[in-house]
């Protein structure tokens, strides 16, 4: 029976994705809501009947005690059949009722809305640029992604849970009321009137509140991650204090709008304890007057105090479901502003798969500046012949990087056109753009995941003969088979780390390498590869990537430049323009820029005086 209503609605349905997602609360949510439509239908029909059930066993207990008026020896004669059909509803069908309704709502809509919501927001903000990502806190878009699924999830448990049902229990409050007296509905209609303006009053300021309180812990979750993921630079630097004063100036700020909003809940209560007291005596004394007059039973003076005393104690639980339902509201708006931002960076509508022949590329006016003034590349030309090995020397920011990061398509180009084989990249699709470039960088993090799945990222169906074969060429199957982590998974199944910190810098390099290897893409770039390893490991590994760069068009870029004196080409960057570019001997020739680059190495000198030997 579980199984059947957990499985009415399938959270990962197939959906049109957009690049333009709705931007107001409602729109957002109707788009997410869609496959629960019919649900959402029934269940909200099914809290309509329960409550008129409600209302329907107080109107009963009414008329039991007007029957009590009656000849006792005569109640079960006359009355019997009644009282044993109502006994059977009450304990048949009523439960079957309130099952049906409860089934709907924690079975099929509560598992299921929070788990769509989580599904489509994570692959929604996996669509977004790298551009995107640098611009924020990866902890406050985890903490946004996490809390708008169980705040969406709270607002439509509210909706059906608490609100449809409250309305119908009141509406079913004000005819069972008119059908005893229409004047007992006066009083119910003045407190509903008073209990409303309190609702306005409330929900008002709520909604701003906990949006402000949701927006602060968010801002706290993304100082203390931040803290967290760079924990070696705040022991090294020995700045706890710095941090805690850091994460308690945002911890303070949090704690403020918390009181803000709580202060409201304050108000409300009081009020509301106020207006209840009108309520009950409005009713219940009116019914009293018109029982003293003989215009009321005595089953409607205790139908109208249970009716009451009822929506007495029900008054605070709809309140507060109310406020809930807007203050998850403001948690869901919090959280539209990370999952709704619009995706820039994408693909054309009649994008191709890249068709990859030779390998050649044309930069043609490149120019990226970053939305900036300055920095990145102007204007550049450059053109990289197949199976030509490039090698890419500059001051730090002279644009090497970003040239790297346009060339992959992190970033659109301000101006200008990138070709591979005749093709502008602008114009094929990103993931295969991306699937034909193998890239080392100098920051070398892994995925917390095991030694097997950070290599075979690479190439996911490659067999483990091949991977192997890929760890042993990065000179890294060794190190492998000795690592062990905390769960007692050795080699290739131990894991990393979040972002491979359990490891070294070299033994985190080689790994990358060997998933560099196993993809084997036409196309390579080197950033600053073998930097994090030391000269014996590096020697061997330089062997390597000379190996790799076999029949590939290559890009390596280097600050030790002897690394990669050998390229077929050098390509000297300064200021976002190409000012020298040539063989190794050629610049030393030129005695320009280059040069003063070498000389400023003497490794580079004692390398080539042992080669001239």
Do not use: C
Not at 362 to 391: C, D, V, W
Not at 536 to 542: G, L
Request: proline fraction near 3%; charge should be negative.
């Amino acid at each position: 029976m579980f199984r059947f209503f957990e499985n009415l609605v399938d959270p990962y349905v197939d959906y049109p994705e957009t690049n333009r997602p709705p931007r107001t609360l409602w729109p957002f949510l109707k788009a997410y809501m869609g496959p629960f439509k019919t649900v959402f239908w029934i269940t909200g029909l099914m809290s309509i009947v329960v409550a008129a059930i409600e209302i329907w066993l107080i109107y009963y207990m009414g008329r039991l005690v007007d029957l009590l008026g009656t000849d006792p020896s005569k109640m079960w004669t006359d009355y019997g059949t009644e009282m044993i059909l109502v006994g059977l509803f009450i304990l048949l069908i009523r439960p079957a009722l309130q099952g049906l309704d409860v089934l709907l709502l924690n079975n099929a809509i509560m598992p299921n809305v929070g788990t769509l919501i989580r599904w489509r927001a994570h692959r929604q903000v996996l669509r977004q640029s790298v551009g995107w990502f640098e611009n924020d806190f990866a902890g406050r878009i985890a903490n946004r992604i996490m809390q708008t699924p169980p705040a969406a999830g709270e607002v439509v448990f509210q909706v059906f849970d608490a609100i449809s049902y409250s309305l119908a229990y009141m509406i079913g409050a004000a005819i069972l009321l008119s059908t005893s007296d229409w004047r007992l509905m006066l009083p119910l209609l003045i407190w509903f009137v008073l209990y409303g303006a309190l609702v306005r009053w409330t929900v008002k300021r709520v909604g701003p509140a906990s949006q402000a309180a949701s927006d602060a812990r968010s801002e706290v979750t993304g100082r203390v991650v931040d803290s967290y993921t760079n924990i070696h630079s705040v022991k090294m630097f020995a700045h706890h204090d710095l941090e805690t004063d850091f994460a308690k100036e945002a911890i303070e700020n949090a704690r403020a709008t918390f009181q803000r909003e709580m202060r409201i809940f304050t108000v409300m209560d009081v009020v509301l304890v106020a207006l209840n007291g009108v309520l009950i005596i409005g009713v219940v004394g009116w019914a009293l007057a018109l029982w003293t007059v003989g215009e009321a039973s005595v089953g409607v003076v205790a139908a109208a105090a249970a009716l009451t005393l009822r929506l007495n104690s029900m008054t605070g639980w709809i309140m507060w479901a109310l406020s809930s339902f807007f203050r998850e509201l403001g948690v869901v708006a919090e959280g539209m502003e990370t999952i709704a931002q619009p995706i820039e960076l994408v693909d054309e509508a009649d994008a191709k798969p890249l068709a990859l022949s030779d390998g050649r590329i044309e930069m043609t006016g490149l120019t990226h500046h970053y939305g900036r003034a300055s920095g990145g590349l102007q204007g550049l030309n450059l053109t990289i012949k197949p199976g030509e090995r490039i090698g890419l020397v500059g001051r730090s920011g002279a644009g090497k990087s970003t040239l790297v990061k346009l060339l992959l398509r992190f970033y659109e180009a301000e101006d200008g056109r990138i070709e591979i084989d005749g093709q502008a990249i602008r114009h094929v699709t990103q993931d295969s753009l991306r699937q034909a470039i193998g890239m080392v960088q100098q920051d070398s993090s892994l995925l917390h995941r095991s030694v097997r799945d950070n290599i075979l990222y690479g190439k996911p169906g490659a067999s483990e003969a091949e991977m192997i074969a890929a760890a042993k060429q990065a000179q890294a199957h060794e190190f492998i088979l000795d690592l062990t982590d905390p769960e007692g998974r050795s080699g290739y199944d131990a894991r990393v780390g979040e972002r491979g910190v359990k490891l070294s810098g070299g033994q985190r390099q080689r790994i990358t390498l060997a998933r560099v290897i196993l993809k084997d893409a036409p196309i390579l770039l080197l950033d600053e590869a073998t930097s994090a390893l030391d000269s014996e490991v590096e020697a061997a590994i330089q062997q390597t990537l000379y190996g790799m760069m076999a029949g590939k068009t290559v890009i390596a870029i280097a600050h030790r430049l002897s690394t990669i004196a050998q390229m077929d080409r050098i390509v000297v960057l300064d200021q976002g323009h190409i000012v020298e570019e040539g063989t190794h001997d050629a610049l030393l020739a030129q005695d320009g820029l280059y040069a003063d680059f070498w000389g400023r190495q003497s490794g580079g000198f004692l390398k080539l005086e042992d080669e001239d030997a």
